[in-house]
């Protein structure tokens, strides 16, 4: 059964600071990992998507690698800002016996004070 | 515009009654999801659908069912039997292998 473990559970930052976030997995027969935001009370928003053949995807601020084969995923925020204040979700889909099956962690809990 | 709703925002539910979720989706994704998320757990997967007419149990199927008569449409039923249905109901899609998952705003269901 895959298990998706995010470390830390919560993170409290200043303005400014450049912070990494962890996702594990147990199960490598993926076939992407997605990381999401989501405000409180709101729905999840898509960041980033990395497809199992891909090492790292970037977007603006945000940048986040796969390690198929340790289970690992990091997703790093450089010059955080109070507006990146959100809980932070990775989420992997399955292949193999749970084909189709899309598994998240618990989440992050980040705070960027100004 | 393409995307995920869900409906109603706000559910209240008596004592021993079924209510239905609705989740529809215009971005022709073949694979549709629903997820429980409670406070401090995260989100945990209720049932699943890679085509029409078929579904599987998540890990938290109890007290729920679904059903997929229509691509676009997956519908969530909280049964009597949930015996603890207050949550936050979400409802994602994908297009089944290797591709972004959507997800609607959600739907917070609450027993009076």
């Known amino acids: 059964k895959q298990e998706v473990t995010q470390i830390p559970a919560a993170l409290s930052v200043p303005e400014g600071e450049n912070l990494v976030l962890n996702c594990s997995f147990t199960d490598s027969a993926i076939y992407n990992l997605q990381w999401f935001r989501q405000d409180p009370g709101k729905g999840l928003t898509s960041l980033l998507l990395i497809q199992s053949s891909q090492r790292e995807q970037t977007s603006g601020r945000l940048n986040a690698s796969l390690d198929k084969s340790s289970g690992r995923s990091t997703l790093y925020i450089a010059a955080s800002q109070p507006g990146d204040s959100a809980t932070y979700l990775c989420?992997?889909?399955?292949?193999?016996?749970?084909?189709?099956?899309?598994?998240f962690g618990q989440g992050t809990i980040l705070t960027v004070h100004p | 515009d393409g995307g995920i709703t869900q409906s109603p925002k706000y559910l209240f539910r008596k004592e021993g009654q079924n209510v239905t979720l609705s989740c529809e989706q215009n971005?022709?994704?073949?694979?549709m999801y629903w997820y429980r998320q409670d406070p401090g757990q995260g989100l945990r997967l209720i049932y699943y659908s890679q085509i029409v007419n078929d579904f599987q149990k998540g890990d938290i199927a109890e007290g729920y069912s679904v059903s997929r008569e229509k691509k676009e449409s997956f519908p969530l039923t909280v049964t009597s039997a949930q015996k603890n249905p207050t949550a936050f109901y979400l409802c994602?899609?994908?297009?089944?292998?290797?591709?972004?998952?959507?997800f609607g705003q959600g739907t917070r269901l609450t027993v009076v």
């Open positions: 971005l022709n994704h073949d694979a």
């Open positions: 994602a899609s994908t297009t089944g292998r290797g591709t972004e998952a959507f």
């Open positions: 989420a992997v889909l399955n292949g193999g016996t749970s084909y189709g099956k899309l598994t």
